[in-house]
T-cell receptor, first 113, second 113 residues
Framework: DAGVTQSPTHLIKTRGQQVTLRCSPK?????VSWYQQALGQGPQFIFQYYEEEERQRGNFPDRFSGHQFPNYSSELNVNALLLGDSALYLC????????????FGPGTRLTVL | AQSVTQLGSHVSVSEGALVLLRCNYSSSVPPYLFWYVQYPNQGLQLLLK??????LVKGINGFEAEFKKSETSFHLTKPSAHMSDAAEYFC???????????FGTGTKLQVIP
């Protein structure tokens, strides 16, 4: 089992650009959540996808959007990048069955210049 | 709404000494509680979880945590610190039945030889 995988590992963009981050969940998981972790902070919940729909959303602007595919993988899109979007973006997968604990990927480090 | 407070952003212990990392939570419903560890430039690894079964929870790497409802606490302990325990630790709460996880701000553990 490869666990949760994310791509790319690192990304450098300039202000105003758009970025897409990708996540493949752990085998057997059907739910994907995205988090933003700024330097020195705890992860902040962005949104969660299940059955290809956004189920819950944190306090993030509409510039942050996502998608879940039929194979449960997911994308996070951020438009009109700001310097403050620089962070580690973490994907977590879980199952709707049982305790639903979340397993995290290694993250994508986004730097906005 | 749920929240997590981790007391002490930095904790230093000597190798072989007791590790105690504090976590207090608030939740409007009986929660699930988690401790995660994060090594530099990596994602989060689940250490242990409380899911309303036994109040004393044992996790990986010799860590354990005790759920105390009266104190709304879920402190993490390890009897004897090892150099490899140096990392950042996050306490997290998930209201039972939902999957929006709220993280604390983290505690960086330094282990002194």
């Amino acid at each position: 089992d490869a666990g949760v995988t994310q791509s790319p590992t690192h990304l450098i963009k300039t202000r105003g650009q758009q970025v897409t981050l990708r996540c493949s969940p752990k085998s057997g998981h059907d739910t994907v959540s995205w988090y933003q972790q700024a330097l020195g902070q705890g992860p902040q919940f962005i949104f969660q996808y299940y059955e290809e729909e956004e189920r819950q959303r944190g306090n993030f602007p509409d510039r942050f959007s996502g998608h879940q595919f039929p194979n449960y993988s997911s994308e996070l899109n951020v438009n009109a990048l700001l310097l403050g979007d620089s962070a580690l973006y973490l994907c977590a997968s879980s199952s709707q069955k049982g305790v639903r604990e979340q397993f995290f990927g290694p993250g994508t480090r986004l730097t906005v210049l | 709404a749920q929240s997590v407070t981790q007391l002490g952003s930095h904790v230093s212990v000597s190798e072989g000494a007791l590790v105690l990392l504090r976590c207090n939570y608030s939740s409007s419903v009986p929660p699930y509680l988690f401790w995660y560890v994060q090594y530099p430039n990596q994602g989060l690894q689940l250490l242990l979880k409380y899911t309303s079964a036994a109040t004393l929870v044992k996790g990986i790497n010799g860590f354990e945590a005790e759920f105390k409802k009266s104190e709304t606490s879920f402190h993490l302990t390890k009897p004897s610190a090892h150099m490899s325990d140096a990392a950042e630790y996050f306490c997290a709460v998930m209201p039972g039945g939902y999957q929006k996880v709220t993280f604390g701000t983290g505690t960086k553990l330094q282990v002194i030889p």
